[in-house]
Nanobody, 124 residues
Framework: QVQLVESGGGLVQAGGSLRLSCAASGNTFSSYAMGWFRQAPGKEREFVAAISWNGDSTYYANFVKGRFTISRDNAKLTVYLQMNSLKPEDTAVYYC?????????????????WGQGTQVTVSS
């Protein structure tokens, strides 16, 4: 069982930055890939970024490439999402999740454990 808790969301102006954190419990975190998803009102949950178990491999949705960076600190059992050049369309609840395997995946249906989400609101 893995428990995930996101933090770092908030209200920011367009062009600003936020760093989301996701703290994990349990001793399996360092063996698992991690991902970030987001869900805006009335829309489906969508993939944002993912990172492999050791951080050597990352993957991003096209709409965040060059703006967002995913990273992890296995010693701290934490995964991060640095979000720069934020846009109003980035407004959503952001979730971290793990597929409970070493390699990252994109489909949300392959993710087994989810956090409760943190709200990000970008004003224009």
């Amino acid at each position: 069982q893995v428990q995930l808790v996101e933090s770092g969301g908030g209200l920011v102006q367009a062009g600003g930055s936020l760093r989301l954190s996701c703290a994990a419990s349990g001793n399996t975190f360092s063996s698992y890939a991690m991902g970030w998803f987001r869900q805006a009102p009335g829309k489906e949950r969508e993939f944002v970024a993912a990172i492999s178990w050791n951080g050597d491999s990352t993957y991003y949705a096209n709409f965040v490439k060059g703006r967002f960076t995913i990273s992890r600190d296995n010693a701290k059992l934490t995964v991060y999402l640095q979000m720069n050049s934020l846009k109003p369309e980035d407004t959503a609840v952001y979730y971290c999740a793990t597929p409970a395997i070493a390699s990252w995946v994109v489909s949300r249906y392959e993710y087994r454990y989810w956090g409760q989400g943190t709200q990000v609101t970008v004003s224009s």
